[in-house]
C-alpha cells in the first residue's frame, strides 16, 4: 500500500511556446494590414504637357473643357443640369461620338465623374483624356 500521495510532474509554471506563437501570428497580421494602408491611399494629380498641343480635336470629337469653375462644352459654357441633355444632342447623327476630356488641376474629381455619368446617359462609350498645356 501506498501512503504518499503520487507527485504530478507537470509544473504549475504556464508554458510560454503557445504564447509566443500567438503573438508571432498577431505581428504577422498587423505587419500586412499597416502595409495596405500606405496602398489605398494616394494623391492624384492631373495631367499638364509640356509644350504645344500638336493635334488639335477631331472635328467629330466633343471637346469638354473643365475647371474649378465649371464646363464647357465646344467652348460653350454648359450648367451641370444640362450637360447630358447637350452630349446627347451633339452625339445624335455620329456613329461613334468621341469625348475628349481636358481638365486643369484645379478641377474637382466629382465633375470629371459628373461628365463621365452624363456621356453614360447619352451613351457615348468613347471618353478621352487630353492633357492641357501648363502655360494656358
Same mark, same amino acid.
Given at each position: 500500500?501506498?501512503?504518499?500521495?503520487?507527485k504530478?510532474?507537470?509544473?504549475?509554471?504556464p508554458?510560454?511556446?503557445?504564447?509566443? !506563437?500567438?503573438?508571432?501570428?498577431l505581428?504577422?497580421?498587423?505587419?500586412?494590414?499597416?502595409?495596405?494602408?500606405?496602398?489605398t491611399?494616394?494623391?492624384?494629380?492631373?495631367?499638364?504637357?509640356?509644350?504645344?498641343?500638336?493635334?488639335k480635336?477631331?472635328p467629330?470629337?466633343?471637346?469638354?473643357?473643365?475647371?474649378? $469653375?465649371?464646363?464647357?462644352?465646344n467652348?460653350?459654357?454648359?450648367?451641370k443640369?444640362?450637360?447630358?441633355k447637350?452630349?446627347?444632342?451633339l452625339?445624335?447623327?455620329?456613329?461613334?461620338?468621341?469625348?475628349?476630356?481636358?481638365? !486643369?488641376?484645379q478641377?474637382?474629381?466629382q465633375?470629371?465623374?459628373d461628365?463621365?455619368t452624363?456621356a453614360?446617359?447619352?451613351?457615348?462609350? $468613347?471618353?478621352?483624356?487630353?492633357?492641357? !498645356?501648363?502655360?494656358?
Open positions: 500500500m501506498r501512503f504518499k500521495p503520487e504530478n510532474e507537470a509544473s504549475l509554471a508554458n510560454v511556446v503557445p504564447m509566443i !506563437d500567438v503573438l508571432l501570428v505581428i504577422i497580421f498587423l505587419v500586412i494590414t499597416f502595409g495596405f494602408f500606405k496602398i491611399t494616394f494623391g492624384v494629380t492631373l495631367p499638364a504637357g509640356k509644350g504645344e498641343i500638336k493635334a480635336a477631331e467629330k470629337a466633343i471637346v469638354i473643357e473643365v475647371d474649378a $469653375n465649371g464646363f464647357k462644352i467652348q460653350q459654357e454648359v450648367h443640369a444640362e450637360l447630358g447637350t452630349l446627347k444632342k452625339a445624335h447623327g455620329q456613329k461613334e461620338p468621341v469625348i475628349e476630356i481636358y481638365a !486643369d488641376g478641377a474637382p474629381h465633375k470629371i465623374i461628365i463621365m452624363a453614360k446617359e447619352a451613351q457615348i462609350v $468613347n471618353i478621352v483624356f487630353m492633357a492641357t !498645356d501648363e502655360e494656358k
